[in-house]
Nanobody, 129 residues
Framework: QVQLVESGGGSVEIGGSLRLSCAASGHSNSKICMGWFRQAPGKEREGIAV????????FYANSVKGRFTISQDNTKNTVFLQMNSLKPEDTAMYYCAAASFCLGTVTRGTPQGSDFYYWGQGTQVTVSS
């Protein structure tokens, strides 16, 4: 069973940057997909970035492409989300997720929450002046 530990959330000014981290443990297969999703109050969950850890291939939502970057460390067990040029609309609870496969994401080319079944507890990101 995979456990996910998130860190790095907090408050940041408009136009600023923040980096989130997610460490996965308890999985036996190194070929795993990990991703970031967010949800603001009254809004649906939005997939923002996914990485296939064996290949390093990444997928982004159009709303964050060019501003956010997902990456992994050398162990391929930790993923990061570098968020630049932050906007108030980026304010949300951010969740880390993991799955053995992410065929929906690969097929569609954008993050698909239905691929994922392990979820972290979330970390709040607030963007304001």
């Amino acid at each position: 069973q995979v456990q996910l530990v998130e860190s790095g959330g907090g408050s940041v000014e408009i136009g600023g940057s923040l980096r989130l981290s997610c460490a996965a443990s308890g999985h036996s297969n190194s070929k795993i997909c990990m991703g970031w999703f967010r949800q603001a109050p009254g809004k649906e969950r939005e997939g923002i970035a996914v990485i296939a850890t064996d290949s390093g291939r990444s997928f982004y939502a159009n709303s964050v492409k060019g501003r956010f970057t997902i990456s992994q460390d050398n162990t391929k067990n930790t993923v990061f989300l570098q968020m630049n040029s932050l906007k108030p609309e980026d304010t949300a609870m951010y969740y880390c997720a993991a799955a053995s496969f992410c065929l929906g994401t690969v097929t569609r080319g954008t993050p698909q929450g239905s691929d994922f079944y392990y979820w972290g507890q979330g970390t709040q990101v607030t963007v304001s002046s």
